[in-house]
Nanobody
């Protein structure tokens, strides 16, 4: 499956952005989907994951209450709604797809990755 992330950009602190990740090649409903991010000079980290049906999500404490992940399997797309953005949210955001596994937050379990989209939050 090929993943294409979009929607990044420059936003002021307190603002909102919605990222999209569109899949092609295979139906997205076959995969558990996650968003990860990599800030300048830092390791890539887990942000949020959603189950295949969309019925369950798990979100990192650093973004809890501000970020929401959803999916539209009919459109083969997942979304990351980011509200109340902070300068520390500045990063390249990656979507990823996992075929199997139970460690939802582990990058090692994700088989396919999008190219990333840059989010910059100014203070």
């Amino acid at each position: 499956v090929q993943l294409q992330a979009s929607g990044g950009g420059l936003v002021q602190a307190g603002g909102s952005l919605r990222l999209s990740c569109a899949a092609s090649g295979r139906t997205l409903s076959s995969y558990r989907m996650g968003w990860f991010r990599q800030a300048p000079g830092k390791e890539r980290e887990f942000v949020v994951v959603i189950s295949r049906s969309g019925g369950s999500t798990y979100i990192a404490d650093s973004v809890k209450g501000r970020f929401t992940m959803s999916r539209d399997n009919a459109k083969n797309t997942v979304y990351l709604q980011m509200n109340s953005l902070k300068p520390e949210d500045t990063a390249v955001y990656y979507c990823a797809a996992a075929s199997y596994g139970i460690r939802w937050t582990s990058q090692d379990e994700y088989d396919y990755w999008g190219q990333g989209t840059l989010v910059t939050v100014s203070s």
